[in-house]
């Protein structure tokens, strides 16, 4: 077993952390009512923070559920403003914990990385192999097992309270007591990232694939022909199911990596990388929406401006131009 950290309850309680967490937890946030409300007694929030986190009363358990679009219907469950605070105070000790556990190539909830960088990786190693299989997880947050998370846990945490207040973290959620993590808690997305890193392992040290790139449940690993990609494919279906009760999608696909994968809303190619059809849609669709706000009268040129930036974002690092020089030919923006 790796040695295990000795960050303790008191560390996660201390009034220095809690006051940092507040702080990163009200980011771009000090205008909700909640946030305003903790923010008016902020000594006395803390401190009566501070004191359930010790006596073993914290979360609050305290959730809020609505929807996201992008691409298809998604529930997302956020927690209340002073669990958001508990969460972050946790974080910022049991985080580093976690992220020297992990291999340098997955790219989700680790400074750095992000989604670009895991794109890049893919690229350098599509550049040197010659297939690849790549596959993410049924209903991976909604699958996630607590006893093997616990278990995972246990192997990095030593103090029976940190230990505690994750287990009722991950217990005090609508999503049920036994699996299933909620996509909008920070928790969730570290503890979620920690719970595939066996799989990175397993298919780098024991399949001995040539490189790996993974983000959070969208992984990609490289071999060196069909035989080899169908065979380390059946092993991590078997080693998924077994090691973490979790399933495989049927789409998995396997290619050869001259013809380019898609990945994280790019077309990866050796020696380019271009939009996937989501990216479009969501460029056509931001367009559209601020084109149609600029004929409402909702705002100005500047604010039209602005809102073309924003939607242009949404292409940055593919080699996008020429499509869209066309779209804009096919749709030409409004005269200003």
Same mark, same amino acid.
């Given at each position: 077993?790796?040695?295990?950290?000795?960050?303790?309850?008191?560390?996660? +309680? &201390? #009034? /220095?952390?809690?006051? $940092?967490?507040?702080?990163?937890?009200? @980011?771009? !946030? %000090?205008?909700?009512?909640?946030?305003?409300a903790f923010a008016a007694h902020l000594d006395?929030?803390?401190?009566?923070?501070?004191?359930?986190?010790?006596?073993?009363?914290?979360?609050?358990?305290?959730?809020?559920?609505?929807?996201?679009?992008?691409?298809?219907?998604?529930?997302?469950?956020?927690?209340?403003?002073?669990?958001?605070?508990?969460?972050?105070?946790?974080?910022?000790?049991?985080?580093?914990?976690?992220?020297?556990?992990?291999?340098?190539d997955t790219f989700a909830c680790r400074p750095?990385?992000?989604?670009?960088?895991?794109?890049?990786?893919?690229?350098?190693?599509?550049?040197?192999?010659?297939?690849?299989?790549?596959?993410?997880?049924?209903?991976?947050? +909604? &699958? #996630? /097992?607590?006893?093997? $998370?616990?278990?995972?846990?246990?192997? @990095?945490? !030593? %103090?029976?309270?940190?230990?505690?207040?994750?287990?009722?973290?991950?217990?005090?959620?609508?999503?049920?007591?036994?699996?299933?993590?909620?996509?909008?808690?920070?928790?969730?997305?570290?503890?979620?990232?920690?719970?595939?890193?066996?799989?990175?392992?397993?298919?780098?040290?024991?399949?001995?694939?040539?490189?790996?790139?993974?983000?959070?449940?969208?992984?990609?690993?490289?071999?060196?022909?069909?035989?080899?990609?169908?065979?380390?494919?059946?092993?991590?279906?078997?080693?998924?199911?077994?090691?973490?009760?979790?399933?495989?999608?049927?789409?998995?696909?396997?290619?050869?990596?001259?013809?380019?994968?898609?990945?994280?809303?790019?077309?990866?190619?050796?020696? &380019?990388?271009?939009?996937?059809?989501?990216?479009?849609?969501?460029?056509?669709?931001?367009?559209?929406?601020?084109?149609?706000?600029?004929?409402?009268?909702?705002?100005?040129?500047?604010?039209?401006q602005a809102g073309y930036a924003a939607a242009?974002?949404?292409?940055?690092?593919?080699?996008?131009?020429?499509?869209?020089?066309?779209?804009?030919?096919?749709?030409?923006?409004?005269?200003?």
């Amino acid at each position: 077993m790796p040695k295990r950290s000795a960050v303790s309850l008191p560390d996660i +309680a &201390s #009034i /220095d952390t809690l006051s $940092l967490a507040f702080h990163q937890a009200a @980011r771009g !946030k %000090h205008q909700r009512p909640d946030v305003q409300a903790f923010a008016a007694h902020l000594d006395r929030a803390l401190a009566a923070l501070s004191r359930d986190i010790l006596e073993g009363r914290s979360p609050d358990g305290n959730w809020t559920s609505f929807q996201i679009y992008d691409p298809k219907p998604r529930q997302i469950l956020a927690p209340c403003f002073r669990d958001r605070v508990l969460h972050h105070a946790l974080m910022l000790h049991v985080a580093p914990v976690l992220e020297r556990a992990l291999v340098d190539d997955t790219f989700a909830c680790r400074p750095g990385k992000g989604t670009l960088a895991a794109v890049l990786r893919a690229q350098q190693h599509i550049r040197r192999f010659p297939w690849f299989v790549k596959t993410d997880v049924r209903a991976y947050f +909604a &699958s #996630i /097992d607590h006893a093997v $998370l616990m278990r995972l846990l246990r192997r @990095r945490l !030593k %103090h029976p309270g940190v230990l505690a207040l994750c287990e009722r973290i991950v217990q005090r959620t609508p999503c049920g007591s036994e699996k299933g993590l909620p996509i909008g808690a920070l928790t969730s997305q570290h503890f979620a990232n920690t719970y595939l890193d066996g799989l990175d392992r397993f298919l780098l040290e024991q399949q001995h694939v040539h490189g790996l790139a993974r983000y959070m449940d969208d992984i990609v690993w490289w071999v060196d022909g069909r035989r080899r990609a169908v065979e380390t494919l059946d092993a991590a279906r078997e080693y998924l199911a077994t090691e973490r009760h979790l399933e495989i999608k049927p789409t998995a696909q396997i290619g050869r990596s001259e013809q380019g994968l898609p990945f994280l809303g790019f077309r990866v190619l050796p020696g &380019s990388l271009r939009l996937s059809l989501r990216r479009k849609r969501r460029y056509r669709a931001a367009r559209l929406r601020w084109e149609q706000e600029y004929a409402d009268g909702k705002i100005d040129e500047s604010g039209l401006q602005a809102g073309y930036a924003a939607a242009l974002g949404i292409t940055a690092h593919a080699d996008a131009s020429a499509w869209r020089r066309a779209e804009m030919e096919q749709h030409p923006p409004p005269e200003v």
